[in-house]
Every structure is written in C-alpha cells, then in structure tokens.
C-alpha cells in the first residue's frame, strides 16, 4: 500500500467520523480490559533460550461455575502429578500449590511455552465452606473442586 492510498483511506475514515476515528478505535472498552490483562500470579524465572521478559498469564488457570446448588472450580494443571499438589482453605480461599517437573529433564529446553516450577494461586470462592464440604478430584490433568450450597432460610423474627 502506498502512502498516498493510505492518506486517502484516513481522510475518508475521519470525514466519516467527525474527526474523532483514532480516538474512538482507541477508547473502546475491549482495548481498555486488553491493555489491563492481569500479570501472571506465581514465579516462571524460564524465559526460554532467547533471555527475554514475557507476559504470561496466572498459572494455573481456573474456571468456576455456580449454581443454585453447587459451585464447580476447574483447575487446570498439565503434566502436574497428583503428589506434586497441595490445596489448602481459609473461609472462602481456596489456595492451590504445587510444583510442575520437566518432562524431559536430560534435554536442554529451547524454547518454551509452558510453565515449569513452583506456582501457588489463591482463588476466592463465592461463598465460606469448610474443608469437610469439598471435594476434589484430580483427573486428566483437571482437578475438578466442588462442593453442594447450604442454602439457609431466615427465621422469622416477631416485631412487638
């Protein structure tokens, strides 16, 4: 594209804006939360071959459901072995630690995209449970936190 097309196309995008199209593409809402992403909760000193600083995201990454009568969160946690996981709960935390090894130790990594090491993520829960009304379950690389809503109804306070 040449430089004059290129002039041509804003002209036209600005008449057709008021003046004001580089400045609405920019101040859009999707952007804002783009620009706003969350750094990563826990420490990934790998930075590959290259030495460089990357972004990444929380490690490991979760989903929660809620219900009615049930709250499922997914924790996804890829090459992790049950014996390397710890989870621990404090009213509504949910605290998951645990350590991710190499698959292959005796080979020099290259380039990586995954997290390796130590990692522990807090997760806050939408209601305070006990540890005695969890269950979890680790499957496929899932492990999969539950547990039923105890749904209390008020008493009836008389007025006098």
Not at 5 to 33: C, P, R, S, T, V
Not at 133 to 159: C, D, H, M
């Amino acid at each position: 594209m040449d430089i004059d097309k290129l002039k041509q196309w804003m002209d036209i995008a600005k008449n057709m804006h008021g003046g004001e199209f580089w400045n609405n593409i920019f101040d859009q809402e999707f952007a804002k939360q783009f620009m706003n992403e969350q750094p990563i909760m826990s420490s990934n000193n790998n930075n590959g071959a290259t030495g460089r600083e990357e972004k990444t995201r929380a490690f490991p990454i979760i989903d929660i459901f809620e219900g009615e009568q049930e709250v499922v969160v997914l924790i996804e946690l890829p090459g992790v072995l049950k014996e390397n996981l710890e989870l621990g709960l404090n009213g509504n935390s949910l605290t998951i630690k645990g350590k991710v090894n190499p698959l292959h130790p005796q080979l020099t990594m290259s380039y990586s995209e995954r997290f390796y090491g130590e990692f522990q993520r807090q997760i806050t829960l939408p209601d305070t449970v006990s540890p005695q009304q969890l269950n979890a379950k680790f499957w496929n690389g899932l492990l999969i936190v539950s547990y039923q809503r105890t749904i209390e109804k008020g008493e009836i306070i008389p007025i006098e």
